[in-house]
């Protein structure tokens, strides 16, 4: 297993994160109508597996302090390996190296497998924020990083 850098142009994440919004679409039962709107700065991580893109995770800046995790998604086939842990370690390496103390993330209610892993990776809830305010079935969460000095 491989995590690398890619851009948000790469087919690959392209293709990955279709497959996220489709799954959510499903998962959420109609209930959010919406689908995320992808942005263009996120800085994305993909983990490779047999040379093929199998999961991919994003941090998009909030603010000078705080960075997001976004698009984060692994393919079903590939799930219960700990690749979402990994991957989500390896995000917030990268929101150090580009010097966020903080992290937080959206995810929905009816994703309790992802709640799951943010609150054992850490993660406390905070109150919803920004896009997600509207939203009655979202949830965030925020970490606090060490960044080095």
């Known amino acids: 297993m491989l995590i690398e850098s890619r851009p948000a142009t790469d087919p690959e994440i392209d293709a990955l994160v ?82 966020y103390g903080e992290v937080r993330l959206e995810t929905g209610t009816y994703l309790p497998a992802a709640i799951a892993l943010y609150t054992s990776s850490g993660y406390e809830p905070i109150p919803v924020y920004g896009e997600y305010v509207a939203n009655p079935y979202s949830v965030c969460f925020a970490k606090r990083l060490r960044v080095p000095a």
């Open 18 to 99: 279709t497959a996220q919004q489709r799954e959510l679409r499903t998962a959420d039962g109609g209930l959010d109508g919406q689908a995320t709107v992808t942005h263009d700065d996120i800085r994305y991580l993909a983990v490779v597996v047999g040379g093929r893109a199998v999961a991919c995770g994003g941090i998009q800046a909030l603010d000078a302090g705080a960075g997001e995790v976004k698009r984060m998604y692994v393919r079903p086939a590939y799930r219960g390996r700990g690749i979402a842990r990994q991957l989500l370690t390896a995000l917030e390496e990268l929101a150090c190296q580009h010097g």
